[in-house]
């Protein structure tokens, strides 16, 4: 694995509609670039530029983040983050049963745990007038504090999901973090210091700071 000389670019929400809370998902791809040390630039994208022909070519979807490279444009953030590990060491052991499981949980963080944090977040904001919402939220709940007890039981009292840091423990991070004041994940002692642990690094304190400026300087204007 050898640094890049070329800068990627990734694209970011113009006005995110977090509000500066780093939850979106350019943030992950943000975090992993810090944590590599390769610097970037942000192409920051409007919800209007977003279903526009220019970027649906980096996105089918319309979606954020993309990252381009050289020739090379991916999208998915998960996709976008096991290219720069495997391009950059300090995202993935070397030894090549644990980069697999390393890989496993960048999988199960996206596959397992967040989407049923994502029904969450749409039941909440995207159809809390319907009727149904107040029956359905606690059945959500319900299924998340099912995973989550059975993370908190893998994770017991270790500091990361598998020995070192990897590049699942930073999926799994931004993924917990997407329900801020639910206090889900603080039913679990042992998982709560686990995002703690994660927002102390200090790869993640640059990526945040980058994209809370996005969004203070989008308020200013």
């Known amino acids: 694995m050898t640094q890049h000389s070329s800068k990627p670019t990734i694209t970011a929400f113009e006005t ?109 904001l995207n159809e809390g007038n319907e009727a149904w919402t107040k029956q359905r939220l606690p059945m959500i709940e319900h299924r998340i504090r099912a995973r989550l007890g059975q993370l908190s039981q893998h994770l017991g009292d270790a500091e990361w999901l598998d020995g070192a840091f990897s590049a699942g423990d930073l999926m799994m991070v931004t993924v917990l973090r997407r329900m801020p004041g639910s206090g889900l994940v603080e039913e679990h002692a042992n998982l709560a210091a686990y995002v703690a642990r994660g927002e102390a690094r200090p790869a993640y304190q640059r990526a945040f700071a980058a994209q809370l400026a996005v969004f203070e300087a989008s308020s200013a204007s």
């Not at 780093?22 to 994208?45: I, N, T």
């Not at 490279?69 to 999208?75: P, Y």
Request: charged share 25%; proline share 7%; hydrophobic share 45%.
């Open 16 to 124: 995110s509609p977090d509000r500066g809370r780093g939850l979106a998902r350019d943030m992950r791809v943000r975090w992993a670039l810090e944590e590599v040390g390769q610097p970037y630039d942000v192409r920051l994208v409007s919800f209007a530029a977003m279903k526009q022909p220019e970027h649906l070519s980096r996105n089918p979807f319309g979606q954020i983040p993309t990252y381009e490279e050289g020739e090379l444009v991916l999208f998915e953030s998960g996709s976008i983050i096991l290219h720069i590990a495997e391009r950059h060491p300090g995202l993935l052991p070397a030894a090549a049963d644990t980069r697999a499981r390393a890989i496993t949980w960048m999988f199960a963080a996206v596959s397992t745990i967040e989407p049923i944090i994502i029904e969450r977040q749409v039941a909440i």
